[in-house]
């Protein structure tokens, strides 16, 4: 999936059929805008969204990071939570070059054993930085109080917590995550 020197961002969405803006899921638009040519961003569809299994989003997922050597992710909503219950229970855990989970949801475990971490999950994510969490103070869907779980379980998560987007974040341009993303190559020298 990598084209060129360009890097690759994998985004993975939220559940219910994802929002579209130019025939692409907005996410693509959204972030290609304010990445630049440097970037190419893949954001496709998860399977039946409407009805989501974490066996099935976790079995897509596992072939989306196979595609690129050491991609930059992002997750939104029920997208990023997947994300991190595959990426904290995938034994060889894939190497990335940045976890980015925007409007992420803790899952209870007693009412949602599907979808929740384990409790060791944070302890099964050493060594996978950075991590940067983003929500929205008017998020409608996932309360401001699951973030900060994710804070005191990650400290070492970048934390922004923004105004004004609500849950979907499906606005023109998101200048917080794209300079976050750009900022990882700043970090690495380039590479």
């Known amino acids: ?3 060129g020197r360009s890097r690759t961002v994998l985004v993975i969405h939220g559940a219910g059929e994802p929002r579209r803006r130019n025939g692409k899921v907005y996410w693509e638009p959204l972030l290609e805008d304010g990445l630049g040519p440097d970037y190419v961003v893949h ?19 596992e072939e989306l990071l196979a ?14 939570s997947l994300l991190l219950k595959y990426l904290s229970e995938a034994e060889p855990r894939p190497a990335l070059a940045g976890l980015f989970l925007v409007s992420t949801p ?12 384990r409790p060791d999950f944070a302890a099964s994510l050493h060594g996978l930085e950075p991590i940067y969490l983003y929500h929205s103070r008017d998020d409608e869907e996932i309360p401001l109080d699951h973030l900060e ?14 105004d004004g987007r609500g849950h979907e974040f499906n606005q023109p341009e998101f200048p917080e995550l794209a300079a976050d993303i750009r ?5 690495a020298g380039g590479r």
């Open 1 to 3: 999936m990598t084209h």
């Open 43 to 61: 954001a496709p569809r998860m399977p039946k969204p409407d009805e989501p299994h974490y066996q099935a989003w976790a079995e897509r997922i």
């Open 67 to 80: 595609e690129s050597a050491r991609p930059i992710v992002v997750g939104h909503s029920l997208g990023a």
């Open 106 to 117: 803790f899952w209870n475990a007693a009412k949602f054993p599907e979808f929740a971490l």
């Open 149 to 162: 779980r994710y804070r005191k379980a990650l400290p070492g998560a970048s934390v922004r917590v923004l």
């Open 183 to 187: 900022g990882l190559n700043a970090a």
